[in-house]
């Protein structure tokens, strides 16, 4: 019988090797997949902030434009309702279960979905001045000037 020779010119990895390297990969594919989930949640976060400062802007554009216009500020008013008197009709603004409800006359609509809103109120500084707490956001508007 023949002695088994060894091919020492013959390059490639051995089986420990080979484990070794998978091992350490996986490793390094586990902390990637950690790292990338925590940048998407800090991204949903952040998506959800922009979305929520948007809603905010967009209803305290509404409010303001609807203030500008009023000539007056009924005195039924008070730091929960808004009423103004614009032209011949009268506006109304209130928070309902998380909604900014707009009341114009005998018609309710409703400025925002259920629950996006946690804070609306109101008060009044000076006759011709409102200011308007929508979240975390303050804002003082003015009633248009008497003509």
């Not at 023949?2 to 990969?25: D, H």
């Not at 976060?45 to 809603?55: F, G, N, P, S």
Request: proline residues 3%; glycine residues 2%.
């Amino acid at each position: 019988m023949r002695p088994l020779k060894r091919n020492t010119g013959c390059a490639g990895f051995t089986l420990v090797e080979l484990l070794i390297s998978a091992a350490l990969f996986s490793l390094v594919l586990a902390q990637l997949f950690v790292f990338l989930g925590c940048s998407l949640k800090s991204w949903d976060k952040t998506c959800a902030q922009a979305e929520k400062q948007q809603l905010c802007q967009a209803v305290l554009s509404r409010l303001s434009q609807d203030i500008h216009q009023a000539s007056q500020v009924e005195p039924t008013s008070d730091a929960s309702r808004l009423l103004l008197l614009v032209k011949q009709d009268l506006i109304e603004y209130s928070l309902s279960n998380g909604k900014v409800k707009r009341k114009k006359n005998m018609t309710t609509s409703y400025l925002t979905d259920n629950e996006e809103i946690s804070n609306l109120s109101f008060s009044y500084p000076s006759q011709r001045l409102i200011t308007v707490s929508l979240q975390k956001t303050v804002a003082q508007i003015a009633l248009r000037d008497q003509p």
